[in-house]
């Protein structure tokens, strides 16, 4: 009995320790029951939020915090400012909230707020209320949290609003009070400037009164869908909408956010995908776009085909793309997207949203500051995706994504990807830094391990990631697991510097019979290579020189010699050819490895 005490305290307390570096992996969770109350013709609306809140962590919290997003759209908010302030803004935003006017301007706050019944002191410092508990919440424990709420809708400025540029009428995303996520980080109580994504896993319970001629989409299953019928309803049923407004019941379970859109002629489309998932598509009855969106349903069949069998089985029964917002953003179990473009554009917006329901809302990472495994990660599989799904018979699919990074490595404005995604001193760095060079971290994964490993890799990844919030070190450990490779020393000078890949051939000499390349390591990071020689009367042999510190060798790259120590700045290839049996000398002819500077990657030998 008492060694039985003793062994189980020993392990709580080693639990404990672990829990810092993640090994012991715990998350809250928040279960969210709001009615909302919406009145269109001033884009005012009233909410009651309950929110059972649990602490899952150590750790006895004394204070929690929510997400008020609406209010970065004031003038003078911190959204506003740094947008006018930053080098180059984002011209979607511009100086554009700053001129809003009472009526325009967004805002959320709460009216009253218990805990337990208890009321609460609380204040709203710009888009984040802060809260000073009655109570601690105890490891273990869970509170109740009542608050009655009030919101105005902005003006469409960047993702949420009212009446975007193509007509619809509401977009309502980041739009209710939020519980901000505590993991084994603390508090993530971010403002919102200009990323947003890193929320408690919940459920949600949301009904939305609203004018009876709007149709809805947006996360979560709806309950009444005989009552609020537009496509939702059964087959034959008869709907009949009485009285001014019409309740829309939706439920949303194991998300990390909750979004939905509305307009009054949403034409609303379902799908069954080969998985059994219903796509809904809404999308406003334009003639000119009409068309694109009834071809677009059978490619987001096939999209959901490629996500599924490359990235996991998609675990909702529901996937809906919605014609809203600015561009395209994602949403649990939905994205908003503009509808007014080509066909191309309009699959490829829905491939790269629709890849984020895997990498930001299934796998969820925190966008702030791993914004690289959100856009780059989604990047790279969308852009595999469109290669199959529209034909385009791309060689490397990522192709864009490395010279992207490359010419943001030779700029001189490249800031490490450990960076906070609104800390970035140029919006542009960040794009390039997040989408690019995040996308590259997988393709050049590719180059490290094999490509069947990498594939093996990302399913193993949303195994044992799903409805979880992976760091970067919790994908590499899965990617050293699946290759038996070494790749710590990847992460690190790909994500957390700004190091370089620049290797070079830099002279070859002949004698007795055989052929000396010396090869030079110019930049920082270290690479295993592959040099392909090209012998005259045309045959070719690829010569696989490992990286000590991988302590593995990659399966079929080739002839394999001996392994090369970053340290030391030179190697020499030595090969059983005369110089004048060799043609041409080319380090990483396949392009998978993001050197910097190319043009010391070939050498053409003469006569
Ligand atoms: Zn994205």
Redesign the pocket.
Known sequence: MLKNTFTLLLLISISTLFSQNNTNYWQQYANYDMDIDFDDTNYQYDGDQKLVYSNNSPDTLTRVFYHMYFNAFQPGSEMDVRSRTIQDPDSRVGDRISKLSEDEIGFMRATSLTQDGVALDYELVGTVLEVELNKPILPGDSSTFSMEFEGQVPVQIRRSGRNNAEGVELSMTQWYPKMAEYDFEGWHADPYIGREFHGVWADFDVKITIDKDFILGGSGYIQNPNEVGYGYEDVGVDVKRRGKKLTWHFIAPDVHDFAWAADKDYIHDTVTGNDGTTLHFLYKDNENTKDNWKNLQSKTVELLDYFNEHIGPYPYNQYSVIQGGDG???YAMCTLITGEREFGSLVGVTA??M??AWF?HILATDEAQHEWM??GF??YISGLAMNEVMGQNRINPTAGSYRGYVSLANSGYEQPQTTHADRYEYNQAYGTSA?SKGAVFLGQLGYLIGKENLQQVLNRYFDEWKFKHPTPNDFIRVAEKVSGAELSWYLNDWTRTTNTIDYGIKEVNTAQGTTNITLERIGLTPMPLEVKVDYKGGTSETFYIPLRIMRWEKPNAGTVVEDWAWAYPTYDLVISSTRYGVEKIEIDPSGYMADVNRDNNVLVLEE
């Open positions: 395209g953003m994602e790269h949203e890849a984020h930001q959100d856009e989604t990047s989408y």
